[in-house]
């Protein structure tokens, strides 16, 4: 099963090659439509699961710094992985919006060379998943945290906030 798996992606990979032509630094290729269709398809998915992850994960904010030295290991793991997340988000958006505007065009294009875009861009899309899974992960935790903290009775309890 896997070798037939494996076989099948040699065989849809081979179909996306594009023709090129590199002279140094400059290089003249063909745009590749499965290429566009495939990093467009990326670039929307990698935002919906950026909103699913957040969504699932809730809203774990800390304030100021002072907050962030009192509060427990997980709500400092979340925010972490909810600023990395963010970062890896634009980064991941960003070479692979590159990708799909080298392939968007119809016409063969010249131009400095492209270095790899869109695999670069998948790259980050599965680094995102980890920390979008970390996230979610330590919100979970930090959530029952404040459960067994602030009974359902008493309401949700914040850190008191100080002044500026």
Same mark, same amino acid.
């Given at each position: ?21 590199? #002279?140094?630094?400059? %290089?003249?290729? *063909? ?6 269709? $495939?990093? @467009? =398809?990326?670039? &929307? +998915? ?15 904010? #800390?304030?100021?710094? %002072?907050?962030? *030295? ?6 400092? $793991?979340? @925010? =972490?992985?909810? &600023? +990395? ?80």
């Amino acid at each position: 099963m896997q070798l037939y798996f494996n076989l099948a992606m040699v065989k849809m990979l081979s179909n996306l090659k594009v023709q090129n032509l590199t #002279v140094w630094i400059v %290089e003249c290729r *063909d745009p590749s439509y499965p290429a566009f269709k $495939l990093g @467009f =398809a990326a670039a &929307v +998915l990698l935002a919906f699961a950026h909103v699913i992850a957040n969504f699932l994960g809730g809203c774990h904010c #800390v304030r100021s710094r %002072e907050e962030l *030295d009192v509060v427990s290991y997980n709500k400092r $793991l979340a @925010f =972490a992985s909810l &600023v +990395l997340s963010w970062i890896a988000l634009i980064t991941g958006i960003s070479m692979l919006i590159a990708g799909v505007m080298a392939n968007s065009s119809s016409r063969k294009s010249c131009g400095i060379s492209h270095h790899r875009y869109l695999s670069i861009g998948g790259i980050v899309c599965f680094i995102h998943a980890m920390f979008a899974a970390c996230y979610y992960i330590s919100a979970t935790a930090v959530d029952r945290e404040e459960k067994k903290l602030n009974p359902p009775g008493m309401g949700h309890q914040c850190a008191p906030q100080t002044p500026v």
